[in-house]
């Protein structure tokens, strides 16, 4: 059994939308982790989910980098454990310094939450395996601050070392401004760290686990996780 820690922060509002969707993938089980934990042994992945983490006071993600909790992911992600941070934890994690770059207000200045296409652009991930490159997954979006930002070195190097891992496209898979919903550069929807172990994206995989809510593309991101565990491709726990 593939075990997920999903890390549940004070204002986290999308800890049991992942919950959820976890333990309804085979193979898999998922446990809630208070931020005051300072230890994550004996489980095989993380999970930072989406919400509000401290009220997003100062910026999305600036306090909850200093959680008690955050040593130990920062700890396991240098051994190769996965993780995955999903809108705020994405945010969380740029904040830490696990990714680079930083998610800003959005270029219209309000509030998204709608269907968002994101096409796969690196398939040999352990986050996406099965994918090819420009399969397209219908996942959701719901921020105000998802708009991804760099600056122009560490862009070329996240496309020089093929760390881009989705892109907001059309239904045909087309990367065209018309489909980027936050004014990301690039069409940015998630990134991954050079070691690949690390992942964040501002769409909601875990809104994307049934189809009676629109779609199921979101549980082969958690199927890819829970098979490249158990392949032992990445650090088990």
């Given at each position: 059994?593939?075990?997920?820690?999903?890390?549940r922060?004070?204002?986290?509002?999308?800890d049991?939308?992942?919950?959820?969707?976890i333990?309804?993938?085979?193979g898999?089980q998922a446990?809630?982790?208070?931020?005051?934990?300072?230890?994550?042994?004996?489980?095989?992945?993380?999970?930072?989910?989406?919400?509000?983490s401290?009220?997003?006071?100062?910026?999305?993600?600036a306090?909850a980098?200093?959680s008690?909790?955050?040593?130990?992911?920062?700890?396991d992600a240098?051994t190769?454990?996965l993780?995955?941070g999903?809108?705020?934890?994405f945010?969380i994690l740029?904040?830490?310094?696990?990714?680079p770059g930083?998610?800003?207000r959005n270029?219209a200045?309000?509030?998204?939450?709608?269907?968002a296409p994101a096409r796969?652009e690196?398939s040999?991930?352990?986050?996406l395996?099965?994918c090819?490159?420009?399969t397209v997954?219908?996942?959701?979006?719901?921020?105000?601050?998802?708009?991804?930002?760099?600056?122009?070195?560490?862009?070329?190097e996240?496309?020089?070392n093929r760390?881009?891992?989705l892109?907001?496209?059309?239904?045909?898979?087309n990367?065209v401004?018309e489909?980027?919903?936050?004014g990301?550069l690039?069409n940015?929807?998630?990134?991954?760290?050079?070691?690949?172990?690390?992942?964040?994206?501002?769409?909601?995989?875990?809104?994307?686990?049934d189809e009676?809510?629109g779609s199921?593309d979101?549980?082969?991101?958690?199927?890819?996780?829970?098979?490249?565990?158990?392949?032992?491709s990445?650090?088990?726990?």
């Amino acid at each position: 059994m593939t075990k997920f820690a999903v890390v549940r922060f004070p204002g986290s509002n999308c800890d049991q939308d992942c919950f959820g969707a976890i333990n309804t993938i085979a193979g898999a089980q998922a446990d809630y982790v208070w931020h005051k934990e300072t230890s994550l042994n004996g489980y095989d992945a993380i999970v930072l989910p989406g919400g509000f983490s401290y009220g997003d006071y100062l910026r999305c993600g600036a306090i909850a980098q200093f959680s008690p909790i955050m040593q130990a992911v920062k700890n396991d992600a240098a051994t190769g454990k996965l993780v995955i941070g999903i809108c705020n934890g994405f945010q969380i994690l740029c904040e830490s310094g696990l990714l680079p770059g930083a998610l800003v207000r959005n270029q219209a200045q309000h509030f998204i939450c709608r269907m968002a296409p994101a096409r796969v652009e690196v398939s040999e991930s352990p986050f996406l395996h099965g994918c090819a490159v420009g399969t397209v997954l219908r996942l959701p979006v719901a921020h105000g601050e998802g708009r991804y930002f760099a600056d122009a070195e560490t862009l070329r190097e996240l496309n020089d070392n093929r760390q881009v891992l989705l892109r907001y496209c059309d239904a045909s898979g087309n990367i065209v401004p018309e489909a980027n919903p936050n004014g990301s550069l690039e069409n940015i929807a998630g990134i991954c760290n050079p070691q690949r172990n690390v992942f964040g994206l501002m769409p909601h995989p875990d809104r994307a686990c049934d189809e009676h809510l629109g779609s199921s593309d979101g549980r082969r991101i958690f199927e890819s996780m829970v098979q490249s565990i158990t392949a032992g491709s990445v650090r088990a726990a």
